[in-house]
């Protein structure tokens, strides 16, 4: 376990678990990663990189909608982000929406 404070009562545990992707075409909404039947996403962190500057590069559970991360290209080409909030519900996908030339890997946990 890795402390995120001095509280013993918040820790967490870093996954070993990575997914990546490297897009040639944008997307748009399109599935990234999907859990095993009956588990929850449980997303850890974010790398992103692109060379897109009209298409900001967007990550969000696909059924509630909920965005965890988001890069915003005209202001950056690559971004690294410890994630908050990232449980999606079971089954739930993950999407992306991002430009052209576009790379993502995600560091994520399965859990029940």
């Known amino acids: 376990m890795v402390g995120t ?3 013993s009562a918040t820790s967490f545990s870093l996954s070993s678990t990575c997914y990546a ?3 040639g075409d944008a997307q748009t909404g399109a599935v990234f990663l999907t859990p095993a039947s009956s588990k929850k996403l ?3 962190q974010v790398y992103a990189s692109t060379s897109t500057v009209n298409v900001d590069v967007t990550l969000n559970f696909a059924t509630s ?4 991360f988001k890069l915003y290209t005209a202001q950056k080409a690559t971004a690294t982000g410890n994630i908050i909030c ?3 519900g079971i089954d739930e996908a ?3 929406t991002c430009g052209d030339h576009t790379f993502i890997s995600v560091a994520y ?3 029940d």
């Open 5 to 7: 404070g001095s509280s």
């Open 21 to 23: 992707k490297d897009y």
């Open 42 to 44: 449980v997303i850890k």
């Open 65 to 68: 909608s909920k965005t965890i």
């Open 86 to 88: 990232g449980e999606g």
């Open 94 to 96: 993950l999407s992306v």
């Open 109 to 111: 946990d399965e859990i």
